[in-house]
């Protein structure tokens, strides 16, 4: 047995069309996140993340660039996420989501708590942010 700390490893997409993006409303706890999940073992980032948003949403995607690196302290789960834009489907509801819908912009950040919003503004600026948090507040971040 080690005692190596074990993390997890996810990856989530937003979707951009014009200044919308595409969120979900979460089963399990009701919140308002970009869609995405655990990458799977074998699985590239960018597949992890075509496949998270299409299960999600029903929209399939093309993935553009990473926008940010995002480790949650407490839970030791790392998170990769990139800016992606759509290529067909309509957003619906799913096994894992209650609901999926494409967002104005400053509605979008409104809904979201602190630590998903900032994933969604980063997707917007021109470097990748790298940032740490505990799971509702964001505790430091890399200089952007």
Partial sequence: MSDTPKHSVSVAGVVVDDERVLLIRRRD???WEAPGGVLEL???FEDGVEREVLEETGVAIAVERLTGTYKNLS?????LVFRCR????TP???DESADAEWVELPDALRRMGEVYA???????AERPAVRN???V????SLPS
Avoid at 75 to 79: H, K, P, Q, S
């Fill in 29 to 31: 706890n009701g919140r």
């Fill in 42 to 44: 074998g699985e590239t």
């Fill in 75 to 79: 839970r030791g789960v790392v998170t």
């Fill in 86 to 89: 759509p290529l067909s489907g």
């Fill in 92 to 94: 619906h509801p799913t």
């Fill in 118 to 124: 900032v994933r969604v503004s980063d997707a917007f």
């Fill in 133 to 135: 948090h505990d799971g």
């Fill in 137 to 140: 507040t964001v505790t430091r």
